[in-house]
C-alpha cells in the first residue's frame, strides 16, 4: 500500500516512563531498534532491551548539565531526511546519518514545576528544548517518520503496532503529527503564559 511504512528504528527521550513498558515489549517483538540517552536509555536496559547511546551514534557526549543532548546533526537528520530525495540519501550516507522511524517523546512537566511554586531557576530547567525540537522535526516528517508527542499517545501507537504490526500508513502518521503540533502549541504556550506574568 502507498504511504506504508516500517518502523526499524525508534529514538525514545521520555520524562515520564510509566505505561512505556507495554509499548517497549511490543516495538521489541517487531524487531525495532532503540537508540535512547540518560535515565530513558538506562530505563529502556533494565526491562533487559538492548538500547543504542544517542551518544555512540553523535560520538559527543551529553554536555551542559544535560542540556543538550539529542540537538546533533546525525538525530536531526536522521529524523528530517526525506526518504524519496536523493540528495538526503547521499548525505546520509556521507556523513553516517542513521534512519530514524519513531520518535517517542515527554516533555519535561512545565506546568506541574510552576505549579508545584519552584523556584525561578527550577522552573526555567523545566523548558524543554531538546524534546519540542524532537517533537517539531518528527511532525514536519511525518511523511516518513511516526512521532508520539506524549505519554497520553503511548496508547494509540499500541493499538496501531497490535493490529498491524510495526508498519504505519500515512493517515496514521498525519494523525500523529497534528496530536504532535497541538503539544508543542500547548507547551509554548504555557511557557509564554509563565513570562507574561
Known amino acids: 500500500m502507498a504511504g506504508t511504512k516500517k518502523i526499524k528504528t525508534a529514538l525514545i527521550s521520555v520524562f515520564h516512563k510509566d505505561g512505556l513498558d507495554e509499548l517497549l515489549k ?12 540518560g535515565g530513558t536509555q538506562k530505563f529502556i536496559e533494565s526491562l533487559g532491551y538492548k538500547c543504542e547511546k544517542v551518544e555512540d551514534v553523535t560520538t559527543y557526549p551529553s554536555i551542559l548539565g544535560g542540556r543538550v543532548k539529542t540537538l546533533h546533526p546525525k538525530i536531526f ?33 512545565f506546568e506541574d514545576t510552576v505549579a508545584s511554586g519552584a523556584s525561578e531557576a527550577d522552573i ?3 523548558i524543554d528544548i531538546g ?18 508527542p506524549s505519554k497520553a499517545e503511548y496508547g494509540v501507537l499500541l493499538d496501531i503496532l497490535n493490529k498491524k504490526g510495526a508498519e504505519t ?9 497534528t496530536r504532535a503540533f497541538g503539544v508543542s502549541s500547548h507547551y509554548d ?3 509564554h503564559g509563565w513570562f507574561a506574568k
Open 26 to 37: 511490543k516495538l521489541d517483538e517487531e524487531g525495532v531498534k532503540f537508540l535512547s540517552t
Open 169 to 177: 500508513d500515512i493517515e496514521d502518521r498525519r494523525m500523529f503529527a
Open 124 to 126: 526555567i530547567e523545566k
Open 77 to 109: 537528520g536522521g529524523i528530517l531526511a526525506r526518504r524519496d530525495n536523493e540528495g538526503d540519501k547521499a548525505q546520509m550516507a556521507e556523513y553516517e546519518i542513521p534512519e530514524i522511524d519513531l520518535v517517542i517523546v515527554d516533555l519535561y512537566p
Open 131 to 148: 524534546g519540542i525540537s524532537l517533537i517539531r522535526a518528527g511532525a514536519k516528517n511525518f511523511k516518513d517518520v511516526v512521532i508520539v
Open 189 to 191: 504556550t504555557a511557557i
